[in-house]
């Protein structure tokens, strides 16, 4: 349900605010890494990270203290106004709706750094109307302040109600830019018994039959995956609205094998990227949610096999159709957006030689 009709849906919702995209731009995102704008040392490493990260992410909630909430808007608008942030987007998440921050820290972003900050990350969002009240009040300080194009909105899925809502969450706005999966607030929203940050939990599983009747004998477990059905939802809602989903936050920042699973997890269920909590995530991250050689030169030679795309071919011993072209092409396209922005990977993808 969106506040608007379809005939003006894409109509600014206030005088002197940029027009809304028709479309969000597929920037890379890989890593979202967050920064406290309070925290001296974070705010010091900001500079030397433009480049090497997908998205700089000063963020204002969680995490940040109650003291320091003040302090770090300030910081943030310092950091942005000081820095070139080249081919690295930068965005914020503000405080919640709800909270007695909110209004200022928009108010003071907007109209002060409006025109470098690329998207506002909303936490806890339960409904459209979340995303409704956030669209008006940045136009009203988009034309207030003189931002000359819209500010984006990324949605946090961490709220029972907000998973119920997902599909009207993306569909909401113009402005609607991804979703990403929060699942510390979600596991507490639905009492669920997990107090890790993401990943698995060694309770969660499924066991083997018992062999010869042996119900206490040698019996292979599989530990499951507890955010499978979330994810896979957040990414229909979001394929269906052309917007993009994001694995959270992995909170054990050690287990550096572990994130890597879940981040590779939430890569072939559709998302885009993840966050990073800490530098070591980011490497981790990059490597992730960007295809490999060996899956670029597959999806190459497929589109090469395919001719016009349509019909089926055998490549491999395997059938190629008008369906697996079009997952090669996401893989492909996607490889051409890297290879822009990273060099490395450009060098990587260049190489691939493909037999005729
Ligand atoms: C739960 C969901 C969330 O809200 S997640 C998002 C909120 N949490 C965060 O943003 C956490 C950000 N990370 C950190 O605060 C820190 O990484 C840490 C507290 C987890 C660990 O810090 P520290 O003990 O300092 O780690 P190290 O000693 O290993 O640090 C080495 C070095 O790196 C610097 N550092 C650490 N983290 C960052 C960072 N994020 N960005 C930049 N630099 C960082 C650190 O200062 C050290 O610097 P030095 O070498 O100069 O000393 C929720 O939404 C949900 O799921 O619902
Ligand atoms: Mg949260």
Same mark, same amino acid.
């Given at each position: 349900?969106?506040?608007?009709?379809?005939?003006?849906?894409?109509?600014?919702?206030?005088?002197?605010?940029?027009?809304?995209?028709?479309?969000?731009?597929?920037?890379?995102?890989?890593?979202?890494?967050?920064?406290?704008?309070?925290?001296?040392?974070?705010?010091?490493?900001?500079?030397?990270?433009?480049?090497?990260?997908?998205?700089?992410?000063?963020?204002?909630?969680?995490?940040? %203290?109650?003291?320091?909430?003040?302090?770090?808007?300030?910081?943030?608008?310092?950091?942005? %106004?000081?820095?070139?942030?080249?081919?690295?987007?930068?965005?914020?998440?503000?405080?919640?709706?709800?909270?007695?921050?909110?209004?200022?820290?928009?108010?003071?972003? +907007?109209?002060?750094?409006?025109?470098?900050?690329? +998207?506002?990350?909303?936490?806890?969002?339960?409904?459209?109307?979340?995303?409704?009240?956030?669209?008006?009040?940045?136009?009203?300080?988009?034309?207030?302040?003189?931002?000359?194009?819209?500010?984006?909105?990324?949605?946090?899925?961490?709220?029972?109600?907000? $998973?119920?809502?997902?599909?009207?969450?993306?569909?909401?706005?113009?402005?609607?830019?991804?979703?990403?999966?929060?699942?510390?607030?979600?596991?507490?929203?639905?009492?669920?018994?997990?107090?890790?940050?993401?990943?698995?939990?060694?309770?969660?599983?499924?066991?083997?039959?018992?062999?010869?009747?042996?119900?206490?004998?040698?019996?292979?477990?599989?530990?499951?995956?507890?955010?499978?059905?979330?994810?896979?939802?957040?990414?229909?809602?979001?394929?269906?609205?052309?917007?993009?989903?994001?694995?959270?936050?992995?909170?054990?920042?050690?287990?550096? $094998?572990?994130?890597?699973?879940?981040?590779?997890?939430?890569?072939?269920?559709?998302?885009?990227?993840?966050?990073?909590?800490?530098?070591?995530?980011?490497?981790?991250?990059?490597?992730?949610?960007?295809?490999?050689?060996?899956?670029?030169?597959?999806?190459?030679?497929?589109? %090469?096999?395919?001719?016009?795309?349509?019909?089926?071919?055998?490549?491999?011993?395997?059938?190629?159709?008008?369906?697996?072209?079009?997952?090669?092409?996401?893989?492909?396209?996607?490889?051409?957006?890297?290879?822009?922005?990273?060099?490395?990977?450009?060098?990587?993808?260049?190489?691939?030689?493909?037999?005729?």
């Amino acid at each position: 349900m969106s506040h608007k009709s379809p005939k003006d849906f894409f109509a600014p919702l206030a005088v002197g605010a940029p027009a809304p995209l028709r479309e969000i731009p597929a920037r890379p995102s890989r890593a979202i890494h967050f920064f406290d704008p309070s925290n001296p040392k974070m705010a010091a490493k900001v500079p030397a990270m433009v480049g090497t990260v997908d998205v700089l992410l000063g963020n204002l909630e969680d995490a940040v %203290k109650a003291d320091n909430k003040i302090a770090a808007r300030e910081g943030l608008v310092e950091i942005a %106004k000081s820095t070139d942030f080249g081919p690295t987007q930068l965005w914020t998440r503000i405080n919640s709706l709800d909270s007695p921050w909110v209004l200022d820290d928009l108010i003071t972003l +907007v109209t002060e750094i409006g025109d470098k900050l690329d +998207v506002v990350m909303v936490p806890k969002v339960q409904g459209p109307e979340d995303i409704h009240y956030v669209d008006r009040l940045l136009a009203q300080l988009e034309a207030k302040g003189g931002v000359q194009r819209p500010i984006l909105i990324h949605a946090i899925l961490e709220t029972a109600r907000g $998973v119920a809502n997902v599909e009207e969450i993306a569909l909401a706005s113009p402005r609607m830019q991804g979703i990403s999966l929060g699942p510390a607030d979600l596991a507490a929203d639905r009492k669920m018994k997990t107090t890790r940050v993401g990943g698995g939990h060694p309770g969660y599983l499924v066991r083997q039959d018992p062999v010869d009747g042996d119900i206490h004998g040698n019996r292979t477990v599989f530990q499951q995956d507890l955010w499978h059905y979330t994810i896979a939802k957040m990414v229909d809602a979001c394929a269906e609205a052309g917007i993009y989903p994001y694995y959270g936050p992995f909170g054990d920042i050690t287990d550096v $094998v572990a994130a890597e699973d879940q981040f590779r997890n939430a890569f072939l269920l559709g998302c885009v990227g993840t966050w990073s909590l800490h530098p070591k995530q980011i490497e981790i991250a990059n490597r992730v949610f960007s295809p490999s050689v060996e899956d670029i030169k597959h999806a190459r030679r497929v589109v %090469k096999a395919m001719g016009d795309g349509t019909g089926a071919v055998m490549l491999d011993g395997k059938m190629e159709d008008d369906a697996s072209l079009k997952q090669c092409l996401v893989l492909v396209e996607l490889a051409e957006e890297l290879a822009a922005i990273d060099p490395k990977l450009k060098e990587l993808y260049d190489a691939i030689e493909i037999e005729d």
